[in-house]
């Protein structure tokens, strides 16, 4: 699998993004889809979660403004970040794994190579 992560940028506080996530190569519906982030000097943490149907999963860090999505005639995941804030700037990743529900970076098998979020206040 083959992932390409898109969208980042530079935002105000309270302003909005929309992360994209291209997959190539295996089959991508039975896949999770995974976003996570990494801001200097932190460990890579899990944002948001999503099953080939549907089903998502949030860090609580994040409940509430952003939210995952994918389209899978695309083969495409998607993120909206929503009432962004300074501690959300970090290299956002995507990532997909067989298992649903994990939140662990290990646990995921292939990644794209991240895409930079700035915001400002």
């Known amino acids: 699998v083959q992932l390409q992560a898109s969208g980042g940028g530079s935002v105000q506080t309270g302003g909005s993004l929309r992360l994209s996530c291209a997959a190539s190569g295996r089959t991508f519906s039975t896949n999770i889809m995974g976003w996570f982030r990494q801001a200097p000097g932190n460990q890579r943490e899990f944002v948001a979660g999503?099953?080939?149907?549907?089903?998502?999963y949030y860090a609580d860090s994040v409940k509430g403004r952003f939210t995952i999505s994918r389209d899978n005639a695309k083969n495409t995941a998607y993120l909206q970040m929503n009432s962004l804030r300074p501690e959300d700037t970090a290299v956002y990743y995507c990532a997909t794994t067989s298992r649903y529900g994990v939140v662990a970076a290990a646990q995921y098998d292939y990644w794209g190579q991240g895409t930079l979020v700035t915001v400002s206040s």
């Open positions: 999503i099953s080939w149907s549907g089903g998502s």
